[in-house]
């Protein structure tokens, strides 16, 4: 099968431009997935490793033998590393690679819910 490489072309684009979109926020819709902690990482971390593996698997095909399948079976693998640490094992998302705008929408989450220490009273 010469040509099946773009089986996995198309929806590896796909699900890269609807990653992209996702995460650009410029929306409401687009910035819709906000809320619940499972559905961020999925869209923050899934969705772009789903993309690159299915990228990387048409790019192996489309190569057919040598370096370039090596390369692209590296960078699946890479991809489903991070879906496994992020989602599955749970790890925190690093900060500096999340969008701004979900940053400033959910800073609400990071503050504090521990009641503020008092200081002692001193004896006078």
């Known amino acids: 099968m010469p040509m099946l ?5 198309v929806p590896g684009l796909a699900l890269a431009a609807l990653a992209v979109w996702l995460r ?3 929306s409401e819709g687009a910035r819709s997935w906000v809320g619940t902690p499972q559905f961020e990482r999925t869209v ?3 969705l772009p490793a789903v993309a690159v593996v299915l990228l990387a698997l048409a790019a192996g095909h489309a190569a057919g033998t040598g370096t370039v ?3 692209a079976a590296l960078v699946a693998g890479l991809a489903v590393l991070s879906v496994l640490v992020w989602n599955v094992f749970g ?3 690093p900060r500096w690679s999340l969008p701004r705008w979900y940053v400033a929408r959910t800073a609400h ?4 819910r521990r009641p503020a220490r008092r200081r002692p009273r001193r004896a006078s």
Do not use: D, Y
């Open 5 to 9: 490489w773009i089986l996995f072309l």
């Open 109 to 112: 989450r990071r503050t504090s």
């Open 44 to 46: 923050l971390v899934t």
């Open 24 to 26: 650009m926020g410029r």
């Open 91 to 93: 790890a925190p998302i």
């Open 69 to 71: 399948r090596e390369v």
